[in-house]
């Protein structure tokens, strides 16, 4: 264990493991692209790069009760059907529509091989998978991630726990793997590898939460806190190409608790209603779709109904019967058992009190909205060598755990591919001793440094982006004013890194989950000023653009000049594939 | 939320190098003490995904959601087969209720 | 990875009408015939004529596992075996179910529920049956030479019998010479012979054999590897003699100027009298600094005790014949290969010094029963002779136990004295005279002896008389009068204790050993077990015993590491197995495992010693991951048996129990009850296992999970365990799983327990009786749907 606080360079040591495909992110789309790999290569050496431990780590540590996307081909849905749904349910895209296809075709074998691997999936009476809403199927997965994971140990991937990855390591313009530190053994790692896949998850925590004012519960997300977005950092600062960033996820939760809410509406049918007992939807949002409105329709609902004097807003499960709300709590258990507790700690009966929902902090996460790398159809990033996968690729909303398992195989694939037409080139020994620097600097630093903390740092970003760049207590609403505020405060928290301390490897690791959120934030907020209309209300309102601009119909895409730091913003025309009206499912 | 630590029963894991807590919380935030007993580094930080409570093999650990989200004391308490999970949740008026179900396998 | 379907051909042998009497045959058949893979199933009244077409359908494919449902002899079992062999069907795919031995067929259970549960106990079978492997023993190469440690008595026997076995032998001893204590012994009971000629004997057998390698002034320093395959080292001292050359012809000794003398206690003292001083020089022993090997002249070649040289001196060198002298010998080490090692360290007299009432060390004619073995050669003359017995013996302050031959030594001293000083006067001072078995012919001619007397008691402080004599006064129990006597010499009989050597190799080795520091063991049933694999002890390193019974204790470890002792190990394929994609290194197996059997391998993980392991299933106990499979009996399995188990078979009022059986002991204690028609409750289903302590916690909350209302298991009491401490490591865990029972507002109760001796059938019904009934009043398992 590194209790000693190093205090230069030579004492920390340096491991260079040289593989032929690296995995950033041993989390679903990590694993499956693991097993992807191995299987069509055995030879193939394939290491993950993993911050925490691969069988609980990331967004499905306490399981999943449900995947939401199957295609049920006995009743007529088709791969075209669910990508036309999916587009409908971000207000008609745009959506990167091949992504999205090709993804679709291989869903189904990808959620029957969980099956085959021990995932235990509903069924009705003739043994199809039971569908708990349109594309939806339940699962009893409180097992799934360490399924997942000993399938990818199984199949002889090399698995390095508790290393955190820091930056790309490059060759040119091409990634040739990543850097790291570990968090336990406080070396410096370093992953030569022919390709790279990306796959830590998503973003949360660039903003401030809901109840972070409350102690002890600073944490209380619906998303991983764990998944800072150092994905999409490393990629950034590599002048990789994002996509969508300002279409950020958010969505109603339980409020207070920031827990799943698609189980209880979705599932069993609970309605969205206020405390005038409307059936909020219904009555405010008819000519959007009412009940099948897109998402972020139902996330403005209860927002709304808090601001103009008619909440709160609740979804309404007193219509369940006992024997419903106990199998509701019994799926909770496999996805957020602890909201069960949260409702125990309150004595509350769902039969009888309606659940409170609210809406929750923004998250960065391209497995629900199309934040995240630009990729092409072998899933490589604008930057040769380097894949993306999972929540961190973008393009493709509603991946959701079945999606997110199919990229993981698609990048593989893709990788594998590219592994077999080139070779490894020498290590780059200068930008090594100049990231190892980089990496041990505040830990060099030492706690008795008169500087920053990383916490104090992760807070003010917080509460900046909360307060001007839409966060929750705006009610997510911003104008370019605050946003130019935002993006000259996190540039001067950028500059400030430079005063980082940490006490220890633990406090190493949150001053580089908070580097990577601000590289994060500042694109966030490019796209954000970019995109002058409001699309998607709620996920981006502007205030002073409240209107859809036709001009706009297209992705806003951004690419980081690693020399200068200077953020290109452009557009990518949208390819409409399949036809039909785009807001409808 | 941050996981309530019972001192008797914890173990330490025998005082290996990581405690079996330590070794699987998705936020490094499970340790041990200098006593060898374990503790949250951090109860702010814990998503409760309950993985540590899962991993005990001594029963030592126990989820509490923070006050200021619910009140005094409700419990949930997981059981792991080789294939079944159960849980038991107990709220703040001594209601108790129990679920049960597969968690590997195939639904046949 | 390739799955076989599994296709299961199922019998049910009916002897006789007599399973059809205690349940509906026909509704069980119908009922097992329905179930998924299950090709072929019928009753079979004959074995041998349905033989032929069981093989067919085998062969044929139909079925690749046979469940075999009923009674049958052992020969039935291995004839099946054997024939189906011949066909290609691995023995392991053969699950045998003994439907009767849980219960079937007691009077008066309902015929409903007893088909039920036969349907039920089937079930649990099938269940093990569709996961079963075919398994085959692995082969080890290993070597056919043993180590010995300690070249006493037990130590040289022990490497005749393997010599003639045709085992290559390396008897390693750490003084000049064999022969150990036997051989400073002068007169050995009940013969009164003398002990070096039953060593020259085995002695004469090594040198003419080509298979024994001696190594004397040697220790062993390292000891690495497995049962089989085992690495030593050991560190030899320098003779500064050549073992080639020197014939010991003795001229060295004849010019040698140092002498030595033996180590003298203190003799300064104002209590040497004539008496006293005859003693001494009775005592007195002598040698030169270069001398023949000690204790017996075994191997011949003489050594140099160099720090007793004279400066200088080269007296020897210029003298030898042979030019054997070499002075500039150092220690050397030397490294071999052996399959299994026996631990003969032999024993150490105890400090008499201690005992300090009778003044050993201050007086010089209170003397140790060793030391009267030398007297005895040449007695000076005395008349007045004590014998303390039990001295620093059976004492708490001391040796709290019994060195079982000293009575007989004291009577041997007086029996030879007599011949000698026939006049002289013994007493003999006596707690309990323990002469057993034929020693009592001992004891009576000692009691016939003129001016022998046995006085009971113990004598307090000895006091030095002006005389020199020594004042002696004690009780004597019997008259309850107190006597003084004067006397010219005592003679403490004093106790065995483990050799300093014992505990270097505990140490060493890492062998357990008890409250007195001798080796640890099973005392009656398995004396020479260490709790390592292939490493043995015997002799008097076990325990207090006589020379024959040394000889008999090293031969039994002999015979118990045989099986090391060839060029291939076989090992039976129910070894554990760790899943390493499950494995997060927490050691838990290390720690638990009774016989340290796993190490860590270069990445960290547990790696299990084939040939250490003694299959008990700790392991997969006590993995909190559930890791650890036992090849024959995998956690899948026992997973899937329980499962099968449908507990509310009797209404959802009524208790089902769940009770793990040890095979050792509780298991036997069950099936034995119904052989007894006592009248066990239909309620308890039984899994037998291979010690209590390979049941993991996980399979009980399975139990518990799918509704079965209590969870016995049964093991063997404390200090009984076949595997040392297995009912313990599953007591405490089971403890741990009743106190989360308790947080979740179960009854602990329903996880439980009990100890069961092999007999205790009487015992198991009433357990199993009383349990129901708590099990009923505590109501149906809430998660029993």
């Known amino acids: 264990m590194a209790e000693k606080i190093p205090k230069s360079l030579n004492e920390i040591q340096t491991e260079v493991i040289a593989t032929d495909l690296l995995i950033i992110g041993g989390g679903n789309a990590g694993c499956f692209a693991a097993y992807e790999a191995k299987t069509k290569n055995p030879s193939l050496r394939v290491t993950i790069m993993e911050k925490a431990h691969i069988s609980r780590s990331g967004a499905t540590a306490a399981g999943m009760d449900a995947i939401n996307t199957f295609i049920r081909t006995d009743k007529g849905e088709t791969p075209e059907k669910l990508v036309k749904w999916s587009r409908a349910q971000v207000g008609g895209g745009p959506i990167r529509e091949d992504l999205a296809l090709s993804n679709a075709e291989l869903l189904n074998e990808t959620v029957e091989l969980l099956e085959e691997w021990g995932l235990p999936i509903v069924k009705d009476e003739d043994g199809h998978y039971k569908l708990r809403g349109r594309w939806d199927i339940s699962i009893q997965g409180e097992q799934l991630k360490p399924i997942m994971a000993e399938k990818a140990m199984e199949v002889g991937a090399q698995v390095f726990n508790r290393v955190v990855a820091t930056n790309l390591l490059m060759d040119g313009d091409r990634c040739v793997g990543a850097m790291g530190f570990g968090v336990r053994d406080g070396k410096f790692y370093v992953f030569h590898s022919k390709a790279t896949i990306v796959s830590t998850g998503g973003a949360c925590g660039i903003y401030k939460s809901p109840v972070t004012d409350y102690s002890g519960a600073h944490h209380q997300t619906w998303m991983c806190p764990f998944n800072v977005g150092t994905g999409y950092a490393i990629g950034i600062r590599g002048a990789a190409e994002m996509t969508s960033m300002e279409q950020r996820w958010i969505a109603i939760r339980t409020k207070d608790f920031c827990g799943p809410v698609d189980t209880i509406s979705v599932a069993f049918g609970c309605m969205i209603t206020n405390a005038k007992g409307e059936r909020v939807m219904e009555v405010r949002y008819k000519d959007v779709g009412g009940d099948k409105a897109a998402r972020f329709y139902r996330l403005n609902a209860p927002m709304t109904e808090w601001l103009e004097g008619r909440g709160p807003t609740y979804v309404d499960t007193t219509i369940l019967s006992s024997e419903e709300a106990k199998d509701l709590r019994e799926d909770l258990l496999n996805e957020r058992p602890s909201f069960v507790l949260f409702l125990a700690s309150r004595g509350h009966d769902i039969t009888k009190e309606p659940v409170e929902i609210y809406g929750s902090d923004p998250y960065i996460v391209g497995g629900h909205t199309g934040s995240g790398y630009w990729v092409d159809m072998k899933r490589m990033t604008t930057v040769p060598g380097l894949f993306a996968a999972g929540e961190t690729a973008g393009g493709n909303p509603n991946k959701f755990v079945g999606g997110c398992a199919v990229e993981g195989r698609l990048s593989a694939r893709g990788a594998v591919d590219y592994i077999e037409k080139t070779t490894l080139p020498p290590l780059d020994t200068k930008q090594v001793e100049k990231e190892k620097e980089r990496v041990f600097a505040p830990f060099i630093r030492g706690p008795e440094f008169d500087g920053v903390n990383p916490m104090e740092m992760e807070e003010r970003m917080q509460r900046l982006m909360d307060e001007y760049a839409g966060g929750i207590h705006q009610f997510y609403r911003m104008n370019e004013e605050r946003l130019d505020h935002a993006l000259k405060n996190i540039k001067m928290l950028q500059d400030q890194t430079k005063y980082l301390y940490a006490k220890d490897i633990h406090s190493l690791m949150s001053a580089h989950e908070v580097s990577d959120r601000l590289d994060v934030a500042e694109v966030l907020v490019h796209h954000l000023k970019y995109r002058k209309e409001t699309r998607w209300p709620g996920w981006q309102t502007r205030m002073d653009y409240p209107e859809v601009d036709p001009d706009m119909d297209c992705f806003v895409e951004s690419v980081r000049d690693p020399k200068t730091g200077e953020i290109k913003i452009f557009k990518r025309p949208f390819k409409q594939l399949i036809p039909g009206d785009r807001t409808k499912a | ?108 | 990875m390739q799955k076989t379907i599994p296709k299961i051909g199922l019998f049910i042998y009916e002897q006789g009408g007599r399973l059809a009497r205690a349940i509906d045959l026909d509704a069980v058949i119908q009922r097992l015939a329905r179930i998924k893979n299950v090709t072929r199933c019928e009753v079979l009244t004959d074995l041998a004529a349905p033989l032929p077409s069981i093989k067919e359908d085998f062969t044929s494919d139909k079925f690749n596992r046979i469940l075999w449902v009923g009674k049958f002899s052992d020969y039935q079992k291995k004839t099946i075996q054997s024939e189906l062999s011949s066909a290609g069907l691995n023995p392991y795919m053969h699950e045998w179910c003994d439907i009767e031995e849980q219960g079937i067929g007691i009077d008066g259970v309902d015929l409903g529920i007893q088909t039920q549960k036969a349907i039920l106990i089937i079930q649990m079978s099938l269940a093990r049956t569709r996961l079963l492997e075919p398994l085959e023993p692995l082969e080890l190469p290993a070597i056919d030479a043993a180590l010995i440690i300690g070249a006493g008595v037990s130590g040289l026997h022990t490497a005749t019998s393997f010599m003639e076995l045709g085992k290559k032998v390396y008897l390693v001893e750490k003084e000049s010479g064999v022969g150990g204590k036997v051989a400073s012994l002068h007169r050995l009971y009940p013969r009164i012979c003398d002990p070096r000629c039953g060593l020259e004997f085995e002695i004469q057998k090594i040198r003419e054999s080509d298979m024994v390698e001696v190594h004397t002034l040697s220790k062993v320093k390292s000891l690495e590897g497995s049962p089989g395959n085992f690495d030593v080292r050991i560190e030899k001292q320098p003779r500064y003699v050549s073992e080639e050359k020197c014939n010991a012809c003795g001229e060295c000794m004849k010019v040698c100027p140092a002498v030595i003398p033996e180590e003298q206690r203190s003799r300064e003292s104002a209590f040497i009298n004539e008496t006293s001083q005859q003693v001494l020089n009775s005592l007195k022993s002598e040698k030169k600094a270069i001398h023949p090997a000690v204790p017996m002249p075994y191997p011949p070649t003489f050594l140099i005790e160099r720090q007793s040289c004279p400066s200088e001196c080269r007296e020897c060198v210029k003298v030898c014949p042979a030019q054997a002298i070499e002075l500039e010998q150092t220690s050397s080490e030397m490294a071999f290969k052996v399959g299994a090692v026996i631990v003969t360290t032999g024993w150490d007299p105890y400090q008499l010094s201690k005992v300090e009432e009778y003044g050993y060390g201050i007086y010089p004619n209170v003397i140790s029963n060793l030391e009267m073995e030398r007297l005895l050669e040449s007695p000076p003359a005395i008349e007045e002779i004590g014998f303390i017995q039990c001295a620093g013996s059976r004492d708490e302050r001391h040796l709290n136990y019994c060195s079982s031959v000293c009575c007989s030594v004291a009577l041997k001293h007086v029996l030879y004295l007599k011949e000698k000083l026939p006049d002289a006067r013994c007493y003999i001072f006596y707690q309990d005279i323990r002469t057993p078995g034929f020693d009592e012919e001992l004891y009576q001619k000692v009691k016939s002896l003129h001016n022998v007397i046995f006085i009971r008691g113990n004598p307090s402080t000895v006091k030095p008389g002006d005389d020199g004599k020594l004042k002696i006064r004690t009780e004597d129990t019997f008259s309850g009068k107190e006597i003084d006597l004067s006397l010219d010499l005592l003679v403490l009989a004093g106790g065995m204790m483990p050799s300093q050597g014992s505990f270097e190799i505990a140490q060493l080795l890492n062998l357990p050993q008890n409250n007195f520091g001798f080796f640890e063991s099973h005392l009656q049933c398995h004396p020479e077990e260490s709790q390592r694999t292939g490493i043995l002890v015997g002799g008097a390193c076990r325990g207090p015993m006589n020379i024959s019974q040394s000889i008999e204790s090293s031969h039994r470890a002999a015979m118990e590491v045989l099986p090391f002792l060839n060029r291939t190990i076989l090992i039976e394929p129910k070894y554990p197995v760790l899943d390493l994609t499950k494995c997060d290194k927490c050691k838990r197996c290390m720690e638990e495992c009774p016989f340290l059997s796993y190490v860590f391998d270069e990445n960290g993980f547990p790696s299990l010693d084939l040939t250490k392991c003694r299959q008990c299933g700790n392991c997969m106990g006590i993995c909190p991951l559930i890791a650890i499979s036992l090849r024959n009996n995998t956690i899948k399995q026992i997973a899937a048996q329980i499962q099968a188990l449908k507990s509310s078979f009797m209404g959802k009022e009524e208790p089902v129990i769940l009770a793990f059986l040890c095979e050792n002991d509780a298991y036997h204690a069950a099936k034995s009850a119904v052989e007894y028609g006592l009248p066990v409750p239909p309620n308890v289903f039984f899994i037998k296992v291979p010690c209590a302590g390979s049941v993991n916690n996980a399979l009980v909350a399975d139990a518990l999970a799918f509704g079965i209302d209590g969870v016995l298991i049964a093991g063997c009491k404390d200090g009984q365990c076949h595997y040392v401490k297995g009912n313990q490591l599953v007591k405490t865990r089971s403890g741990d799983l009743s106190d989360k029972l308790q947080k979740m507002m179960i009854d602990p109760q329903r996880v439980r327990f009990e100890s069961l001796e092999i007999r205790d059938s009487k015992k198991y019904v009433e357990l199993v009786k009383s349990y129901i009934e708590e099990l009923r009043a505590m109501g149906p398992n809430p998660f029993k749907s």
Request: charge should be neutral; hydrophobic fraction near 30%; aromatic fraction near 6%.
């Open chain 2, 1 to 108: 939320m941050p996981p309530k630590v019972d001192r008797e029963k914890c173990d330490g894991c025998k005082a290996e190098k990581e405690s079996l807590c330590e070794q699987i919380c998705p936020g490094d935030l499970m340790t041990l003490a200098e006593d060898k007993k374990a503790y949250c580094r951090m109860p702010r930080d814990c998503w409760d995904c309950m993985s540590c409570i899962k991993a005990c093999p001594k029963g030592a650990l126990e989820t509490r959601i923070p006050y200021q989200l619910g009140y005094h004391v409700a419990k949930l308490i997981p059981m792991m087969g080789t294939n079944t999970i159960t849980w038991t949740c107990i709220d703040i008026n001594g209601k108790v209720e129990r679920f049960q179900y597969i968690n590997r396998g195939m639904l046949d």
